[in-house]
């Protein structure tokens, strides 16, 4: 099994950066494909980010240019930098592990999940 942990998420103003840390720990491999989603009340699940060994990343489109993910594979934590945070950016992220690897984006093929951490952008 693998165990994901994110913390790091709070309540910032617009134009701010914040940092999402998500702690890995069982059986888990760099190969795996860790990633970064988030839901919004009455929305849905949508993703934000994933990155593979250490330089293979991908990212959604309203995030491109603003956010960040990057991954230590000797504490097995991956990482969410966010910059010019916006309000819509509010919502439960989520981190989330893909053992299978065929897909970067697709909830539905990430086996283990974290229980999310709160993010909060007022205007």
């Known amino acids: 099994q693998v165990q994901l942990v994110e913390s790091g998420g709070g309540l910032v103003q617009a134009g701010n950066s914040l940092r999402l840390s998500c702690a890995a720990s069982?059986?888990?491999?760099?190969?795996?494909?860790l990633g970064w989603f988030r839901q919004a009340p009455g929305k849905e699940r949508e993703f934000v980010a994933a990155?593979?060994?250490?330089?293979?990343?991908y990212y959604a489109d309203f995030v491109k240019g603003r956010f960040t993910i990057s991954r230590d594979n000797v504490q097995n934590t991956v990482f969410l930098q966010m910059n010019s945070l916006k309000p819509e950016d509010t919502a439960v992220y989520y981190c989330?592990?893909?053992?299978?690897?065929?897909?970067?984006?697709?909830?539905?093929?990430?086996?283990?999940w974290g229980q999310g951490t709160q993010v909060t952008v007022s205007s």
């Open positions: 989330a592990c893909n053992r299978i690897g065929n897909s970067w984006s697709s909830r539905y093929e990430y086996e283990y």
């Open positions: 069982g059986r888990t491999s760099s190969r795996h494909i």
């Open positions: 990155i593979r060994w250490s330089e293979l990343t």
